[in-house]
């Protein structure tokens, strides 16, 4: 966790270094690039007020929301100062440019703000464990943005009017990216007024993207959560049921050999503990190995390889099972298998049939290692019958039998005493060495009640030795067995799980009932709680938008950036051989807040411009071309402050990469595409719409008597 901890602080100030870097590049200047370089700390610290407002910690949950939090904070700032700056250039004094700047942008911050702000906060409300551990990460991310954009409103238009001059020139680098973009917004211009002329194919190309996100979410291997190398992995070794404490500490011994000749300076294994018995309360025939590795940057084998390699070794030891088991994803109750599927009947009987045609299935699958079950009849017992009649004729009773047996083979208490104010109990029990064969019952005896005298106990006795399990287990009230196996090299745990319930109907009869436990369980519920929270978020942010710009028209418009981006990020996460789990799909529901950002920008922007009376194809492309600069730095923000979780190495980096990936490919396929796409199906279905500040000045028309009978929207030419 320590470890976990400093890899995400290490990611936390790359980026911040970088997001600073993008800006000063996109913008030239040292001193501009300070302004929006504020809002990291002001809104980091005022998300720590919150948190501890609500008693959370600092963990690597929390911590990773704010390295995403990083490139999203600077976003508001960025969008501001640029249209700010923007008109400063166009010759307005920096004051009246700070005030009216704000003030055009405004409608767009809040709106984009109120996008992620309800994209964030389903997070929260996700069923199962997955709930308890994003709770915090979605209020710490929500928190730094509102917090962003009420800075962006206020403190970095006050910034811009006292820190930007007019009529200052670019020098150096400022004047080589002003050219740039000069260059660059000529031939977006272009190739926009080419794309809108067809946009019914902007149309095609996002169904035939959508088909193709479509494609890639079935074809990517789907698990709970990624395994971690947390540096550490157990070992549980299982001598056969009976067996003394002596013969499991001999066979455990041969195991901590093997161990110990991996240990040490420049070897894979720090050290490593062992117990016997094993934790809880398991019985003398068990024990358990707590094995730590060597630093990350000390080995080249991962905590599953050596476990693997290892476990290939356990094999040898004679007399007894060793199984190496790395950490739990989440960390997830279990013993280790990823893969528990419960079988639920009437008794054990035939409960035992279904798991015997049940494994001898699942040992044939390919896609499954060590198959096994809680119910194992391996504990040997004694099932002792006393011959009524006989024991009636000798004059013995039945309760003597019992009593003499409970003594001999047992313990009775049959008194107490009292010693120094304490009660003691007197515990009467056989020795060791006279119960330690069957054979031993030929010399117990009990008295006869007709003759006084002593009659050999095997007289009375019929003796049976059988094997049985040794606990037998329950699950939802119902008698249980539980069979677990772990996941061949390459077969990811939903594909297992597919498999497992196509082999259990046609294995077991209708009346069996099949449960999961364990990360099988959690993979089920949290995968349907996820795509429930997806949907979710994405109704949200619609009736959001729609309420904002009082149309239904414009929020689609603007969502239509949420298969691009989704599509990017399955892109992404195919070419890094990543798969789809909770951490991915935590990033694709971020994606709907990020991707929806740009095509704010865009429509708000385009909306005013036809209220000022611009044509509607005009307005459109100067829209998408003045905001395409805010655009592209926002987005690379974003996408420079999740890199070093795609590219984080060392502790817990096998968890943070997926929200990198997701990040980083969907923003920027996203931002790309969006440039196009969204201009494009305003253009082919947002004719007929107006803005909200159409409707405000048509009231104040109809009050002074001069708007006559005005129309809902309003006629803009082609």
Wanted: aromatic letters at 8%; a neutral charge.
């Amino acid at each position: 966790i320590e470890a976990s901890m400093r890899e995400v602080y290490v990611a936390l100030g790359v980026a911040l270094a970088l997001v600073l870097v993008v800006i000063y590049v996109f913008l030239g200047s040292f001193k501009v690039t300070l302004i929006p370089a504020i809002v990291v700390p002001v809104s980091v610290i005022a998300t720590f007020i919150v948190m501890g407002a609500m008693g959370y910690t600092i963990n690597v949950l929390t911590l990773l929301g704010l390295v995403l939090a990083i490139g999203l904070v600077v976003d508001d700032a960025i969008v501001v100062l640029e249209n700010i700056y923007r008109r400063i250039e166009q010759g307005e004094s920096p004051l009246l440019s700070a005030l009216d700047g704000s003030k055009e942008i405004g409608f767009a911050v809040i709106a984009t703000t109120l996008v992620l702000v309800s994209v964030f906060v389903p997070l929260s409300y996700i069923e199962g464990d997955v709930s308890r551990l994003f709770r915090e990460f979605g209020i710490t991310l929500a928190a730094a943005v509102l917090f962003s954009s009420l800075v962006a409103l206020t403190l970095t238009p006050m910034l811009c009017s006292k820190m930007l001059k007019r009529g200052q020139s670019r020098k150096g680098l400022a004047a080589k990216v002003d050219q740039f973009f000069k260059w660059l917004r000529k031939h977006y211009r272009h190739a926009l007024q080419r794309v809108i002329t067809v946009p019914w194919v902007a149309l095609a190309a996002v169904v035939a993207l959508t088909l193709f996100a479509g494609f890639l979410l079935d074809r990517l291997p789907a698990e709970y959560a990624p395994n971690e190398d947390r540096g550490a992995f157990f070992v549980s070794l299982r001598a056969p049921e009976g067996s003394t404490l002596e013969s499991t500490d001999k066979a455990t011994r041969q195991l901590e050999a093997i161990l110990q000749a991996e240990t040490g300076e420049g070897k894979p294994l720090k050290r490593y503990l062992t117990r016997l018995p094993g934790w809880g309360d398991a019985s003398v025939n068990n024990s358990t190995l707590i094995v730590l590795l060597s630093h990350w940057d000390e080995r080249e084998e991962t905590d599953r390889e050596l476990a693997t390699r290892l476990g290939e070794r356990f094999d040898a030891i004679p007399g007894a099972r060793a199984f190496a088991r790395t950490p739990r994803a989440l960390g997830i109750r279990g013993d280790g298998n990823p893969i528990e599927l419960v079988l639920g009947g009437p008794d054990y009987d035939q409960l035992k049939d279904w798991r015997d045609r049940m494994q001898a299935a699942m040992e044939a699958m390919p896609e499954l290692q060590e198959v096994d079950s809680d119910y194992q009849e391996r504990k040997p017992q004694m099932k002792i019958s006393v011959d009524r009649d006989r024991a009636a004729t000798l004059g013995v009773s039945l309760s003597n039998v019992g009593r003499t047996l409970e003594t001999m083979l047992g313990s009775r208490i049959v008194t107490t005493y009292v010693d120094r104010g304490r009660e003691y109990n007197v515990i009467l029990m056989g020795e060791d060495a006279d119960r330690a064969s069957p054979d031993d019952l030929t010399n117990l005896y009990v008295r006869s009640s007709l003759t006084g005298q002593l009659v050999p106990l095997s007289n009375l006795v019929v003796i049976t030795e059988m094997a049985g399990p040794s606990e037998l287990k329950r699950y939802d009230r119902m008698r249980s067995i539980t069979m677990t196996a772990a996941l061949a090299p390459g077969v990811s745990l939903g594909e297992a799980i597919e498999k497992i319930e196509q082999v259990a109907q046609e294995t077991l009869p209708a009346s069996a009932r099949t449960s999961w436990d364990g990360e099988s369980q959690e993979y089920l519920e949290s995968g349907s709680s996820l795509y429930l929270t997806f949907g979710l978020a994405l109704v949200i942010v619609f009736l959001v938008l729609a309420a904002q710009f009082e149309s239904f028209i414009n929020p689609l418009v603007i969502l239509v950036t949420v298969p691009l981006a989704l599509t990017g990020a399955l892109v992404g996460l195919w070419g890094y051989g990543s798969s789809i789990n909770v951490f991915s799909q935590i990033g694709a529901i971020l994606l709907i807040g990020l991707s929806a950002k740009n095509g704010v920008l865009i429509v708000e922007f385009a909306n005013q411009l036809r209220d000022r009376g611009m044509r509607f194809r005009e307005a459109v492309v100067e829209a998408a071309a003045v905001r395409l600069r805010p655009i592209l730095m926002t987005s690379a923000c974003t996408t420079f402050g999740a890199l070093p979780l795609l590219l984080g190495t060392g502790a817990g980096a096998e968890s943070r990469q997926p929200i990198g990936i997701v990040v980083v490919y969907g923003v920027t396929i996203s931002a790309i595409l969006t440039l196009f796409v969204v201009p494009a199906l305003y253009v082919l279905f947002a004719r007929s719409t107006s803005s909200p500040q159409h409707v405000t000045r048509m009231i104040e028309r109809l009050r002074s008597g001069t708007g006559g009978e005005a129309s809902a929207a309003p006629e803009t030419p082609p």
